[in-house]
């Protein structure tokens, strides 16, 4: 089994920064690809950014160039440093382990964080 603890959620005004972490604990799970996604009320849960093994970024077209995911190994952590905040990144953010498949499906990872909540206020 594999465990994921997102923290580092808040309420900012817009233009302002937050970092998220997720700390991996059971398997070595953190070797793999680690992503973030999110979900806003009433919407479905969509992706945000993923790191994997080589530390190969990908990142969603709304986040990219604002966003930066990254990941210590030895501390078995990811991270997600979010600036520019706007409105429109209020949403659950929810780190994941990445099983198979495409990164951006969230059907391609198999564990889940409890998520953390982000936001950004006008």
């Known amino acids: 089994q594999v465990q994921l603890v997102e923290s580092g959620g808040g309420l900012v005004q817009a233009g302002g920064s937050l970092k998220l972490s997720c700390v991996a604990s059971?398997?070595?799970?953190?070797?793999?690809?680690m992503g973030w996604f999110r979900q806003a009320p009433g919407k479905e849960r969509e992706f945000v950014a993923t790191?994997?093994?080589?530390?190969?970024?990908f990142y969603s077209d709304s986040v990219k160039g604002r966003f930066t995911i990254s990941r210590d190994n030895a501390k078995n952590t990811v991270y997600l440093q979010m600036n520019s905040l706007r409105p429109e990144d209020t949403a659950v953010y929810y780190c994941?382990?990445?099983?198979?498949?495409?990164?951006?499906?969230?059907?391609?990872?198999?564990?889940w964080g409890q998520g953390t909540q982000v936001t950004v206020t006008s």
């Open positions: 059971g398997r070595a799970k953190i070797l793999n690809a």
């Open positions: 994941s382990a990445h099983n198979a498949g495409s990164y951006y499906r969230d059907f391609n990872y198999d564990y």
């Open positions: 790191i994997n093994w080589s530390s190969t970024t």
